[in-house]
């Protein structure tokens, strides 16, 4: 267990990582940067996003997406600049993409099926359903 | 001597567990009751034996890791003679060989408890005690030739390198005990479902179901505790306040614990109602293979890197061995069984059962989503795909709708009849349950603003809570008149309401604590001022202290407004001598509201980082995990004292 626990102490190691000189004085963009930096991971360490990292590749990206807000480019084109630079790995939400369809729609299939499946299953068992030529 | 004695013992309890798994399956087998009689005494004095033997090895290595005992490699590698007593103990159950012992000694625990405490003596409790025994032989030799515990270095070192700093830690402590009962718990479920798959037919006599669950409900509560555990010792300790992380390890113990709370409520469809008997069978199995998978997948590292299976090929193939092998008996006996299982008896969709169905649906969708979201990465990139991530905002998009059907319908189970239900009398009530939900929502709105999503979801998990007041005011009604004596009301009337408003409060304390938290992060010299949620802090320097087996640096803040004004926070960076590591200590003000959360960071020129936030009705989240964990007690309770 110790180890599971270490493995995550690794993973989501106890430091947080925002420095006071990094953050935008304007709150909206500051705010957006804030999201879309939760959503990208930090490359050097395992399982943490860029807003939770100290490692300085982390601390590079919060400035280039703070750099590229300020500059006016929109959430997608900095989702896509990353991407560009280190793969799709960097983006913590995967793309709605063919190699990931299957990902994103598993679960809606799984309820649909689970609830048709029931919905039968409660319908078939009870007398009343069954006898349908009334 | 007494590390030599632990090793030889262990080695004894894998003989008995031998003797457990496969003696009375050859008494059985003899058609006399006599021999039957037998099977049964064989693998109960079996069981008990097993269990005292790896609780005697367990304290072998306990006291090894109290005297700080060097010569034995896992105290060597996780000791040190500077560390307080409880992390010395603690220390047993922090290292790969000594938690697994941990994990062999709950499941002879189980066991034993079963020999020694199950009421009805037949065969039925024999098959049990042998799956059990089976498990017993599996993880023993699991232990003996992989993991040995008692293995000795030569030379003796003078010194042991430490317990990582962040695990000496009071809940940390708790944690890996409470997790284990909870997964190995989940042991007896499947033991209890090849037991009925291998008997006469499924025999109704047998009422498995019945006898299933309060080891599910244990289980239950003990992974719900550890998972509850675990999450808030990483909010208080990793330095931010996050509670959940959707990360590799937490997913692999969230997975058995929504199929286990999906087990809980169709096992009791299945006891009461005689139906989803097929698919309660079915779900046990799943279960406890989750429980394996989430366990011992980790623990080999196969899902962060899949390279982790070539670090330790002998443990990883030893464990996949018995993932597979006791996944695939049970799937092998329930695909065998299935033509001979009774038909489930018929119920309307409105109904008890129907809307348990619908819980059930909905949980399997979760574990689903859960499982594939952990294993997706892993065979895309084996397929060719390419390397993705697929992290907490997958999820969150995913749960967050999945929650809201799930709330609102979860209230009506409890208040319909099983078989066939009618809301139109509880209409009026339900109005109101809806109307107030809807109000506090609307202030909540109107105070705070939020997403549509957000304003969905508060919405639903006060419908849930007012719903769960409803049911219980339904079950307490006949005996209104006497509610003063809350101790003669019956302990039932309190299960299912206090663990459903204990899923809303949690909900509540996620929405809450996720949509306004509030951050400020400066650089600061002493004297400074600063202002989070309303509250004036001032930032008064920092200090040096001595721990028992650390040095810290301690920043003092004192609150200048609001009921803590004058009070003071002590956040502290700590340097582990011994293990020559950090660890980051908040300091934190917990009110039921709100906590203020404050963290020293590294120096920043001549001033000093600190970060504080504000984390509202966080406490929730943990407060409604300890209500589920009490209504699963409450209905533990109820279920021991009707069958003594």
Not at chain 2, 327 to 335: A, E, K, Q, R
């Amino acid at each position: 267990m110790a180890r599971l626990a270490i493995l995550f102490f690794l993973l989501v190691s106890p430091t947080h990582a925002l420095d006071p000189d990094e953050a935008l004085a304007d709150a909206a963009l500051e705010a957006r940067a804030r999201a879309l930096s939760q959503e990208l991971r930090c490359m050097v360490c395992q399982n943490q996003s860029i807003d939770d990292s100290d490692a300085p590749l982390a601390k590079d990206l919060r400035v280039f997406v703070r750099a590229r807000l300020q500059a006016g480019d929109s959430d997608d084109a900095i989702r896509a600049a990353v991407v560009e630079r280190y793969g799709e790995f960097a983006l913590f939400r995967p793309r709605i993409a063919p190699h990931t369809y299957a990902l994103w729609a598993t679960p809606l299939l799984i309820l649909l099926l689970g609830g048709y499946l029931g919905w039968r299953m409660a319908g078939k068992s009870t007398p009343q359903n069954t006898s349908t030529d009334s | 001597m007494i590390v030599e004695l632990g090793h030889f013992i262990l080695v004894l309890a894998l003989s008995v567990a031998l003797v457990q798994a496969i003696a009375p399956l050859y008494l059985m087998r003899a058609s006399r009751d006599l021999s039957r009689n037998a099977a049964l005494g064989v693998a109960q004095r079996a069981a008990l034996l097993q269990f005292v033997l790896v609780l005697l090895a367990f304290g072998a290595l306990t006291y090894a890791f109290v005297r700080s005992d060097f010569s034995l490699a896992v105290v060597f590698a996780n000791s040190h003679v500077a560390k307080p007593l409880i992390y010395k103990i603690a220390g047993v159950w922090g290292n790969h060989e000594g938690s697994m012992l941990l994990w062999v000694l709950i499941v002879a625990a189980y066991g034993a408890a079963y020999a020694r405490f199950g009421r009805v003596q037949d065969g039925f409790a024999a098959r049990v005690l042998i799956v059990q025994g089976w498990l017993g032989v599996a993880f023993l030799a699991f232990l003996l030739f992989t993991s040995n515990p008692f293995a000795r270095l030569i030379p003796v070192p003078f010194s042991g390198q430490g317990l990582t700093p962040i695990l000496q830690d009071p809940a940390l402590a708790a944690h890996p005990p409470l997790l284990y009962a909870g997964y190995v718990g989940f042991s007896m479920a499947y033991a209890f479902a090849l037991a009925a798959l291998t008997g006469r037919a499924e025999d109704a006599a047998e009422n498995w179901a019945k006898r299933m669950r309060p080891w599910i409900l244990t289980a239950w509560i003990f992974l719900t505790l550890g998972i509850a555990l675990g999450s808030y010792w990483a909010y208080y300790e990793l330095g931010w306040g996050g509670f959940w992380f959707w990360d590799p390890v937490e997913n692999a113990s969230i997975m058995p614990w929504l199929a286990g709370t999906a087990l809980l409520h169709s096992a009791l469809v299945a006891e009461k109602r005689d139906t989803l008997k097929r698919w309660t069978l079915l779900l046990a199995i799943i279960t406890f293979a989750l429980s394996l998978s989430g366990t011992f997948l980790v623990r080999s590292g196969v899902l962060t890197s899949v390279h982790a299976f070539a670090n330790d090929p002998e443990r990883g193939l030893f464990i996949l061995a018995i993932l597979a092998g006791f996944t695939l008996v049970g799937f092998i006996l329930y695909g065998l069984r299935l033509p001979q299982l009774a038909p489930d008896r018929a119920f309307q969709p409105v109904s008890r059962e129907g809307l348990l169905l619908a819980n059930n649906i909905f949980l399997a969708t979760a574990t689903v989503t859960v499982f594939l979201g952990t294993i997706y990465p892993l065979i895309l990139d084996a397929l060719g795909g390419g390397k993705i991530s697929v992290g907490a905002p997958y999820f969150n998009a995913v749960f967050a709708p999945l929650t809201i059907p799930f709330a609102l319908l979860l209230p009506l189970g409890p208040l319909l009849n099983w078989r066939q239900g009618h809301l139109q009398p509880l209409q009026s009530r339900l109005v109101l349950a809806a109307a107030a939900a809807a109000l506090v929502t609307l202030g909540m709105v109107l105070t705070r603003g939020a997403s549509v999503m957000v304003v969905a979801l508060f919405a639903a998990a006060l419908w849930l809570l007012f719903g769960a007041g409803l049911d219980m005011a339904q079950r307490l009604a006949p005996y209104r008149h006497r509610l003063v004596r809350f101790w003669a009301l019956p302990a039932g009337a309190f299960s299912a309401p206090l663990a459903h408003a204990g899923l809303a409060v949690m909900l509540l304390g996620i929405l809450a604590a996720t949509q306004w938290r509030e951050e400020i992060v400066v650089a600061a010299t002493p004297g400074q001022q600063m202002e989070i949620a309303g509250i004036s802090l001032r930032y008064d320097g920092l200090r040096d202290v001595d721990g028992p087996n650390y040095s810290a640096e301690q920043a003092r803040l004192t609150y200048l407004s609001g009921p803590h004004s004058g009070a003071h926070l002590f956040p502290e960076r700590r340097f582990y001598e011994a293990e020559r590591s950090q660890t980051t200590e908040a300091a934190i003000t917990t009110d039921l509201t709100g906590h203020l959360y404050a963290v020293v960071g590294e120096p920043s020129g001549d001033k000093r980082v600190l970060r504080v936030w504000y984390h509202p009705y966080v406490a929730f989240i943990w407060l409604g995990a300890l209500l589920m964990a009490l209504g699963g007690s409450f209905a533990l309770a109820t279920r021991l004292r009707r069958s003594a």
